[in-house]
């Protein structure tokens, strides 16, 4: 499941931060909002790279921002392999997703808390966000619904007023394999 999990988040992720960044781009065209360059930031602060403040390195960004997108994937990835899909899956991702990013710019001195932002700045952050766990959600769990329903909806199909609408159950030996 593991080895399923990595390649097929890894390309979730990825999805999911490409529909974000054209998401963010069209936004941007109405609102007139500048790139953000924060992800550059955290990353130059992990490892140590020196941070020029009158430029912003777009390779950084990049690097950040993608990467970021395609190792969070993986972990959407092991929830539907796991049997989590859906939208209930993709709203509590969301929460992941928006809590890596605090953990990782409040740690490193580059952002602040959320309720210390300006509401418009915060919704937008919020918007994104949630299109990027979304996006990421539905390719995982199309790539995941191929490996059959989880272990997890396997489980809900058995207990007696669970809801076992999950479609046909994969033929098992004696030992559930």
Known sequence: MIRRALWQGLVAGTAGGLVMTLG???????????DSHVPARVLQRLTGLRERPRKQPLPANWAMHYGQAALLGVLRSVMAQA?????????????????????????????APPETWPRKELVVDVL???????????????????DGPGPGRRHA???PGRHADVGPLPRTDAHGR
């Open 157 to 159: 199909a058995l207990r």
């Open 24 to 34: 963010e781009k069209v936004e941007q065209a109405v609102t007139g909002r500048p």
């Open 128 to 146: 994104h966000k949630t299109v990027y766990a979304f996006v990421t959600g539905v390719v995982a769990d199309a790539l995941a619904a191929h």
């Open 83 to 111: 049997g989590l899909r859906g939208p209930v899956a993709s709203a509590q991702f969301t929460v992941v997703r928006l809590t890596n990013d605090q953990i990782l710019e409040n740690a490193t001195g580059v952002g």
